[in-house]
C-alpha cells in the first residue's frame, strides 16, 4: 500500500519485510499507523532481517544517518561534520563476505569505519596543532608591535590634554597651520586646505600641508579608489588617519575625530592586546595536549589488523580447501580450432587415374 491508501484509522500492525535507504522513510512508515484517529489504542511494528545478509550493513547505515540527523534535531553534542554515507560503497568480497554469517565481517566492517573517523580527527587535530605553533611563533613581534602602538596612543593623548580647552565646545581650542599661516578661523582654515589639496600634483604619495593641534598633517590623493580620493594623516607619536570629503568645512570636524577619539582608538587596542595574549594562551594549551582519542584509535586499528589478518587467513585456507572442478580452458579450445582449419587449408591429394580396383570386379 503506497502514499494516499486511507486506511490508517483500522492498521494494528505494519510488517517492514525491506531495509529502506533512509531513516526517514522508516518514520513514514511508522506515521502511518501510529498517528491520531487511529482506532486501536496499542498497535505492533514488526520488522525483519535476515541474519548472514547486507541487512546488518543497512541497519548500521541507518544508525548513522539518524544518529547525525538526531544530533542536529536535538542540539546534543552534535558533530562538527557528516560524510554523505549515501555514497558509501563495498567491495564485492566485502558483499559476498556478509553472506556467509561470519561476525567478524561486521566487525571489521565497523571497524574500518570508526578508523576512518578518528583518523580524519587526528588529522584535524594534528592541523589545529600546526596552525597554533604558528601562532604560537608570531605573538611575539604581534604582541611587541600592539604594544608600541598603545604606548605612542598614550602619549599622544597626554599631549592632547595639554591644550587649552574651548568653554563652549568643550573641546581644545580650534588650530590650524596651513603652509606657514595659523588659522583660527574655521571658515577661512577650511578655504585655505582646500587650496593646499587641490595644488597637490602628484597621486598615492603623501604631501604635507602644515599641522593640527600640533600633530603633521599630510594629504594624500589616490588613485586607486572609485573616482579618486583623498585621506589625511595626523602624526604624532602615533598615525591617525581620515578620509576627507568634497566639502573641507566637513573635514576640519573629521581631523577633530580622528584626533579627540584616541580614548576609544586606546580601549580597542587594549581589547585587541588581550585578545593576542588570550589567543596565545589557548594556543599553548592545545599544542601541550596530544590527541584526546589517539588510545581509542590505536586499540581499534590493532583489532582491526588482528580482524584482517583471521579473514585473509580464513579465506586462503577456505581456498585450499575447497573441491576441485574441471576448469575450461579457453586458450585450448582456441589452439585446437585454430589447428582444425590449418588442416582444413592444407591441398588435398590428387585422385587415382582411370576407375577404382572395386569397381572393376563389378564390371
Known sequence: MGTGTNVQKKLIAVHDLDIPWRSA???QRAGRIIRQGNENKQVQIFRYVTKGTFDAYSYQTLENKQ???????TSKTPARKCEDVDQQALTYSEIKALCTGDERIKEKLMLENEVKELRVLAAEHRNTVFEMEDKIARFPEQEQKLTAILADLHTDREALRKLPIDPERKLPVFKITIGDVEYTDRKEAAKALEDAVLAIKYADTPVK????????LSVTMHSNMMGGGMSACLQGAASHTTKLIESFAHNLNRLEAALYNIDGRIERMQDNLAKLRLDH???????AEPFPQQE???TKEQRLKVVTDELNQAAIEAKKNAPKREQTCYFERARMKKEALRVAKQPRKPKTKGKDKSMQGLE
Open 67 to 73: 544518529k547525525f540527523i538526531s544530533q542536529i534535531m
Open 25 to 27: 522513510d522508516l518514520e
Open 296 to 298: 581509542e584509535l590505536d
Open 209 to 216: 600641508v602644515g599641522s593640527f593641534q600640533g600633530f603633521d
Open 281 to 287: 594562551a589557548e594556543a599553548q594549551k592545545i599544542v
